[in-house]
């Protein structure tokens, strides 16, 4: 078995990564608590999230009422994502979903298709 860190630990013969975290039982005795995990696997991670009406794209620039571009707002699923292993992908945003027409919702969904298919 290799250590990764404190708690984790890779089974190479069985392909695993064990977490382990310490908990406090109701006799007050610390217990080491082990999940086994499937290795993490090189896999891809994205958001496709969607904005109401009326909110642009130039409503998601720092100084503005959406304050932050949609890529700063998913930093923590960002950091989720590489915690896990994956590769994280450029967001596919779709803004002011409830207010476009519906050639580019087609459009859209058709660029989504796309990226899903890659």
């Known amino acids: 078995m290799q250590r990764a860190d404190p708690n984790h630990a890779f089974d190479l013969s069985a392909d695993l990564l064990i977490h382990r975290c310490r908990r406090r039982f109701a006799n007050h005795q610390p217990q080491l608590v082990a999940t086994v995990h499937d290795r993490p696997r090189t896999f891809r991670a994205a958001s496709a999230p969607s904005t109401g009406e009326p909110s642009p794209e130039s409503a998601y620039q720092i100084g503005t009422p959406g304050r932050y571009p949609i890529e700063q707002l998913l930093i923590p699923i960002e950091g989720t994502a590489y915690y896990i292993g994956a590769t994280w992908l ?5 803004y002011g979903a409830f207010g476009i027409t519906d050639e580019a919702l087609a459009q859209s969904a058709a660029q989504y298709k796309a990226l899903l298919a890659e």
């Open 90 to 94: 450029k967001p596919f945003a779709t």
